[in-house]
T-cell receptor
């Protein structure tokens, strides 16, 4: 069975600082995708970044980067230069036969 | 560009009532799915479909039915609502059943069962 674990229910970061949100996964499939989504207080789900299991380099999208460590089965999200608008829930997700989500991390950016 | 459209956005039901949450996408996506979101539990997959005429159960299918008669539509039916089904429901689609490509989400439907 596939599983996604996010162990940080809540995180705080000072504005303009970097923050890492943890995600570990468990799968026996050799081919899978890893995703991060942002959910602001308004409720919509916003796609941030994607990493394929065969990708050699870590994915980056603007201020977002995915620290992919395949042997450790981790896919941490790094947000650089945090902004007040980054305050939201963040969900790690994985594809296999289905699309699985973790329980989320609530990030609060402090001015 | 509508994307994934869910209706209604809000609904209050009494225990035992039935209702259908509608989901439509205009992107010709093969894969469609329904999730429920509850505090502290993330998004849990209810049912999904990899194409018209094909549906399958996800992690929490009990109490819900789905059908996929067209590529565009994937309604979720609650036959006899229970308070435990109070939740926020999301419909999501992706282009193919392959392991690449993100899910595109609807705006969500907040359901309260009294």
């Amino acid at each position: 069975a596939q599983k996604i674990t996010q162990t940080q229910p809540g995180m705080f970061v000072q504005e303009k600082e970097a923050v890492t949100l943890d995600c570990t996964y468990d799968t026996s499939d050799p081919s899978y995708g890893l995703f991060w989504y942002k959910q602001p207080s308004s409720g919509e789900m916003i796609f941030l970044i994607y990493q394929g299991s065969y990708d050699q380099q870590n994915a980056t999208e603007g201020r977002y980067s995915l620290n992919f460590q395949k042997a450790r089965k981790s896919a941490n999200l790094v947000i650089s230069a945090s902004q007040l608008g980054d305050s939201a829930m963040y969900f790690c997700a994985m594809t296999g036969n289905q699309f699985y989500f973790g329980t989320g991390t609530s990030l609060t950016v402090i001015p | 560009n509508a994307g994934v459209t869910q209706t209604p956005k809000f609904q209050v039901l009494k225990t035992g009532q039935s209702m259908t949450l509608q989901c439509a996408q205009d992107m010709n996506h093969e894969y469609m799915s329904w999730y429920r979101q509850d505090p502290g539990m993330g998004l849990r997959l209810i049912h999904y479909s990899v194409g018209a005429g094909i549906t399958d159960q996800g992690e929490v299918p009990n109490g819900y039915n789905v059908s996929r008669s067209t590529t565009e539509d994937f309604p979720l039916r609650l036959l006899s609502a229970a308070p435990s089904q109070t939740s926020v429901y999301f419909c999501a689609s992706r282009p193919t059943r392959a392991n690449t490509g993100e899910l595109f989400f609807g705006e969500g439907s907040r359901l309260t069962v009294l």
